[in-house]
C-alpha cells in the first residue's frame, strides 16, 4: 500500500526556520496537503495543493513540493506552532487518501 | 456557520455494535465528500474511507474495508460510521472531515468522537 514517510520530530528555537519533509512516489504527480494538530485538538488545514493557505493561516506557513518530496516550512516559528503536522495525499488512483506518520515539531 | 459535529463519547463492551454520526451545516451537505479518520491513542492520523452523501458513493481504505461501514442520510445531512462487532483495537478517537469542494484535502473537521472498547 502507498506511504509517505515523515521524520518523528523536528526541534527548533523560536524565530528559526522549521522545515518538515514528507516523501512518497505519487508526490511528482499528486498533491500534498499539511495539518496542523496541537494537543487534544482537530487537525486543522494549513497548506493545501502542495503550496497554498486557506484564509486565516499566518504567512509564515508555507509549502513547496518538488519530485518525490513535499515540505512544510514555517519561517519564524513561534511557541504557539509547537503541534503535530501531518502531510496527506492521495494514492495514484485518486481514490484512496494517506496520511505520513506525523512530526511533532518542538519550539523551544 | 459552517460546522461538522460529531456524536458523543462512547464505552462499548467487544463484540457489541456502534454507530457514530457527524452532522453537516451551513452548507450544502450533498456536494461534499465526508471523510474518516481514526486516531489511536498517542498515534497518528489513519485515513478510514469517504462518502459522496450526494449519491453514497463510497470508498475504503484497504486496511479499513470490510471492518466497517460509512454510510450518509442526506435528508438529515449526516454521515454515519458503524462497527457490527468491536474489539478492543477499535479503542481510538474518530474524526470525520469534509473534503474541500475543488481539492482533495479536508477543509473542515468534526471535533472528534471518542470510542472506548473494555470489557
Known amino acids: 500500500s502507498y506511504e509517505l514517510t515523515q521524520p518523528p520530530s523536528v526541534s527548533v528555537s523560536p524565530g528559526q526556520t522549521a522545515r518538515i519533509t514528507c516523501s512518497g512516489d505519487?508526490?511528482?504527480?499528486?498533491?500534498a496537503y499539511w495539518y496542523q494538530q496541537k494537543s487534544g485538538q482537530a487537525p486543522v488545514l494549513v497548506i493545501y495543493e502542495d503550496s497554498k493557505r486557506p484564509s486565516g493561516i499566518p504567512e509564515r506557513f508555507s509549502g513547496s513540493s518538488s519530485g518525490t518530496m513535499a515540505t512544510l516550512t514555517i519561517s519564524g516559528a513561534q511557541v504557539e506552532d509547537e503541534a503535530d503536522y501531518y502531510c496527506c495525499s492521495t494514492d495514484s488512483s485518486g481514490n484512496h487518501w494517506v496520511f505520513g506518520g506525523g512530526t511533532k515539531l518542538t519550539v523551544l | 456557520e459552517v460546522q461538522l459535529v460529531q456524536s458523543g463519547a462512547e464505552v462499548k463492551k467487544p463484540g457489541e455494535s456502534l454507530k457514530i454520526s457527524c452532522k453537516g451545516s451551513g452548507y450544502s451537505f450533498t456536494n461534499y465528500w465526508i471523510g474518516w479518520v481514526r486516531q489511536m491513542p498517542g498515534k497518528g492520523l489513519e485515513w478510514m474511507g469517504i462518502?459522496?452523501?450526494?449519491?453514497?458513493?463510497?470508498r475504503y481504505s484497504p486496511s479499513f474495508q470490510g471492518q466497517v461501514t460509512i454510510s450518509a442520510d442526506k435528508s438529515i445531512s449526516t454521515a454515519y460510521l458503524q462497527w457490527s462487532s468491536l474489539k478492543a483495537s477499535d479503542t481510538a478517537m474518530y474524526y470525520c472531515a469534509r473534503k474541500g469542494y475543488s481539492y482533495d484535502g479536508f477543509d473542515m473537521w468534526g471535533q472528534g468522537t471518542m470510542v472506548t472498547v473494555s470489557s
Open positions: 462518502i459522496y452523501p450526494g449519491d453514497s458513493d463510497t
Open positions: 505519487a508526490l511528482p504527480k499528486k498533491y
